[in-house]
């Protein structure tokens, strides 16, 4: 049994602390104490005290070398501490945590969480692979997690969560919240797990690292995977759509086309009560500027065809629209700006079912270029067109974007060939 007293006196006073410190830091380290201690500089009290400890005199000279393997030896015959060095400093100090062992088990941790992101969900993306990859190297989740393990192992497993039910169905953010996470605020903005899924849901939309920040690229981000910040900014511009007499939004939509003039919906209009359309299988020409749809009504007015504008990329209000366009099996034709923005947004409205393009492919594009029209196209990356595969190659060759306006002469004249009453 340890003798404290006796220990304090041999080992705990100010004057031995240095070496009880190097002591406790080597057990800390997984270190033998079978290598002596030294102390630069030592004063004549700090040795002094060692010669008591050990009961001889040392060396002289500035610095003092203190065989820890006597001390041990010292402590044990004195019986101030039969189990020797290490127990003493225990006894004296309290316990020594392994930081090797800390450090082993803080890595299992940290693997366990990491692993929380190997999932289908983000593994079968490949724009989500390498999004984990990012994640990892930026130290995200360690950064949002405070640093612990544990949070962060929940976090990855809520992300995973979310990004599992990624795309969804025109839901706004709070619905969705609700639906994957069981909480409506989950994704409020400035949450840590908002910061993980949203970086996610910037690469699902193939957003740019360097894209500026803001309420706008956000709401484009969660757009372009089907979630709407809320009901009533997601919006969709439209003209010409007949509308029907049995719901308020269909009355609206019909006063609008008698008076040829756009009509706005929100994502509230269409999915609280979704109006009816009237489409009876038309063919729905969609563009991607206001300055087509806003010119097509000057032009033809309520003899417009059925017409909507998207916008830019699609909002869940008009990713909503055009479902439900597509899902009734009306056609669906396509015509946007010759850039790699316009190829993407084309990308994502050609893949309904019944789209196609208007005027959007190579021969079209190379035409407008033969004519002179366009301006130099210095920005943007690449992206396939996989309902036209030449027309990407074409594109950057020529590196030219051709504008909806720069050809607006021709969109009318298709327009004017369906006018409602030629």
């Not at 800390?28 to 060692?50: C, F, H, I, S, Y």
């Not at 930026?138 to 612990?148: A, C, E, F, V």
Request: with cysteine; aromatic share 4%.
């Amino acid at each position: 049994m340890t003798d404290l007293p006796r220990l304090r006196r041999l080992l705990g006073g100010p004057e031995t602390a240095w070496l009880v410190d190097r002591i406790r830091d080597r057990l800390a380290n997984g270190r033998a104490l079978d290598t002596p201690a030294t102390l630069k500089a030592a004063t004549a009290e700090q040795r002094r005290a060692v010669e008591l400890l050990l009961g001889r005199r040392l060396r002289t000279g500035t610095s003092m070398s203190v065989p820890l393997a006597e001390v041990d030896r010292v402590l044990r015959e004195s019986l101030a501490c039969p189990d020797g060095l290490a127990a003493a400093v225990v006894a004296l100090t309290g316990p020594v945590t392994d930081r090797r062992a800390q450090d082993a088990r803080l890595s299992v941790a940290w693997q366990q969480a990491w692993a929380e992101l190997d999932h289908p969900a983000v593994n079968g993306r490949p724009e989500l692979a390498s999004w984990r990859a990012k994640v990892e190297a930026t130290g995200l989740l360690k950064r949002i997690s405070g640093g612990d393990p544990a949070a962060a192992r929940r976090l990855a497993a809520d992300a995973v969560q979310a990004l599992s039910q990624l795309p969804a169905d025109g839901l706004t953010l709070p619905v969705f919240s609700a639906r994957t996470l069981g909480d409506t605020h989950a994704l409020d903005e400035g949450r840590p797990l908002t910061a993980l899924v949203h970086s996610a849901v910037r690469a699902l939309a193939a957003m740019p690292a360097d894209a500026v920040s803001g309420a706008t690229s956000r709401r484009a981000a969660w757009a372009a995977v089907g979630v709407a910040l809320d009901e009533l900014s997601s919006r969709v511009l439209t003209l010409g759509l007949p509308g029907s007499p049995a719901d308020t939004t269909g009355c609206v939509l019909a006063a609008a086309r008698e008076g040829g003039e756009p009509c706005l919906l929100t994502l509230r209009q269409l999915t609280r009560r979704p109006p009816g359309l009237g489409l009876d299988g038309h063919t729905v020409h969609v563009c991607e500027n206001p300055a087509v749809l806003a010119a097509a009504a000057d032009e033809l007015g309520p003899d417009c065809p059925p017409l909507i504008c998207v916008e830019g990329n699609l909002s869940v209000a008009a990713r909503t629209l055009l479902t439900r366009i597509a899902d009734h099996g009306c056609p669906i034709s396509y015509h946007g700006d010759f850039d790699w923005g316009g190829i993407r947004i084309a990308a994502d409205v050609l893949r309904l079912p019944g789209a196609t393009p208007w005027r959007y492919d190579a021969p079209s594009y190379l035409a407008a270029v033969e004519r002179g029209l366009g301006t130099p196209l210095t920005t943007g990356t690449p992206a396939p067109s996989p309902w036209d595969p030449a027309l990407a190659p074409a594109l950057a060759e020529h590196s030219t974007r051709v504008e909806e306006e720069h050809v607006l002469d021709q969109l009318l004249a298709d327009l004017r060939q369906h006018a409602v009453r030629p």
